[in-house]
């Protein structure tokens, strides 16, 4: 606790009514200055040192982009009143003040509870601990002032935003394109699409019995397609040969992909593996499922970028994969070697999909086109002229500039 200015500015009358009126007048005056500040601080410093603070949180976990509402529960449990209060509360970085600073003043009587309400915009992913909060009290006549911090833990978890994707260029549904064939591979045994009659190479475990045994001739069951196969998502934050401001960018825009993916593969009930480089925890056993997915975002949301070979954990990941799963495959390198090893990675999958970020970003929905007048790297250009080669081999390359749009790469 501390003297206000104002203190100063009374001893400093007390010594002019010294000089002008004699010892008695400034003696009565500084006893009655003296009393009434004592009055204060005894008034002030049992009240605040009571006072309770509570932070909540709602949601804990949203998206990037979303706006959290924070409440704030002051309880002065004294039954002494506590004139004036100031609350600040320091927001960490990328969170935004939605309705204005988060700072307070009130007053609060004898044992009453006050909840005040503010909201933050998060712009970025990540775990947020926030901060402890900033209180001052003051006595009723603005002699003291008493600071303190004040810790009301509240955390959250900002996932990456995803970006809606009607399909993405992978064989998860339609195993064959064009004329329907005869054989369904990777079947869903749970969805049945329709009825047919029974053709002699049909297994009786198909046939429908209650509606042969209504129609008096054999019909069998025709399911819907299943995933294919599984699907991995592997996300590279591998920092090693990029500045730092690069990867600033890209590790959001990337995680940003894998998110919109996993979320299609989640709809469409889809077993997904995630693996990020270079993270050593950064992976999760094959499963589906709403848990499952929350599980992967807050991965995604941890994922920082970090020091490492590329190449390297690509090789160690590799037998580990699902065999012929579809794998999804997110960077921003492009060198002969990478290539080389993705091609090696299709022979244990059953469908590669490379999306390369040579820029770091691209086009958020609703975003307007930046002015560039750039040309694409020459290794860009040579992958663009290799696609059609790499779709013969099942393996798909996904471009992406700073000017594109996921969902038209996509």
């Known amino acids: 606790m501390r003297l206000r200015p104002g203190v100063l500015l ?22 009655f200055l003296f009393l009434l500040s004592l009055l204060g601080y005894f008034l002030t410093w049992r009240a605040f040192a009571r006072l ?70 998060l712009n970025k992913r990540g775990e947020y601990n926030l901060r402890p909060l900033v209180v001052s009290a003051g006595d009723p006549w603005c002699l003291w002032r008493k600071e303190r911090s004040f810790d009301a833990p509240a955390s959250l978890m900002v996932f990456p935003r995803i970006i809606p994707i009607a399909t993405i260029n992978l064989p998860l549904r339609k195993p064959f394109e064009g004329k329907k064939s005869g054989i369904r591979a990777y079947e869903d045994y749970t969805a049945i699409s329709g009825l047919r009659e029974y053709f002699p190479f049909d297994p009786l475990k198909r046939v429908h019995w209650k509606v042969t045994a209504h129609l008096g001739k054999l019909m069998v069951k025709e399911f819907e397609f299943s995933s294919s ?15 730092k401001d690069f990867m600033e960018v890209y590790e959001e825009y990337a995680c940003m992909i894998a998110a919109s993916i996993l979320y299609y593969a989640s709809e469409e009930h889809i077993p997904t593996l995630l693996k ?22 807050e991965i995604l949301a941890r994922a920082r970028a970090k020091e490492g070979n590329l190449l390297q954990h690509m090789g160690l990941a590799a037998p580990h994969m699902p065999w012929q799963s579809n794998l999804v495959f997110i960077s921003s390198v492009l060198n002969k070697q990478f290539l ?71």
């Not at 002008?20 to 005056?29: D, E, M, P, S, V």
């Not at 307070?104 to 005040?116: D, H």
């Open 340 to 410: 080389y090893r993705l091609v090696e990675l299709r022979l244990r999958s059953r469908h590669l999909s490379l999306y390369l970020l040579y820029e770091g970003s691209f086009l958020l929905p609703g975003e307007k086109p930046r002015y560039n007048f750039l040309l694409d790297p020459i290794e860009v250009s040579e992958l663009r002229r290799m696609s059609g080669i790499l779709e013969e081999q099942n393996i798909s390359v996904h471009l992406i500039g700073g000017n594109e749009p996921l969902e038209v790469v996509s």
């Open 276 to 297: 990020v480089f270079p993270e050593e925890k950064g992976e999760l056993s094959l499963g589906k499922g709403k848990d499952h997915f929350l599980r992967q975002m």
């Open 10 to 31: 009374l001893a400093l009358f007390s010594v002019v009514l010294l000089v002008f009126f004699g010892g008695k007048t400034a003696f009565l005056f500084l006893l």
């Open 229 to 243: 196969t599984t699907l991995a998502v592997w996300l590279d934050l591998v920092s090693t040969g990029h500045s």
């Open 52 to 121: 309770k603070l509570e932070r909540r949180v709602k949601p804990t976990r949203l998206s990037s982009g979303e706006v959290a509402q924070i409440e704030l529960v002051v309880e002065n449990p004294s039954s002494l009143p506590l004139v004036w209060l100031e609350i600040w509360d320091n927001f960490q970085p990328y969170m935004i003040p939605h309705d204005g600073p988060p700072r307070f003043a009130l007053s609060l009587k004898g044992r009453e509870k006050r909840v005040l309400t503010y909201r933050a915009l």
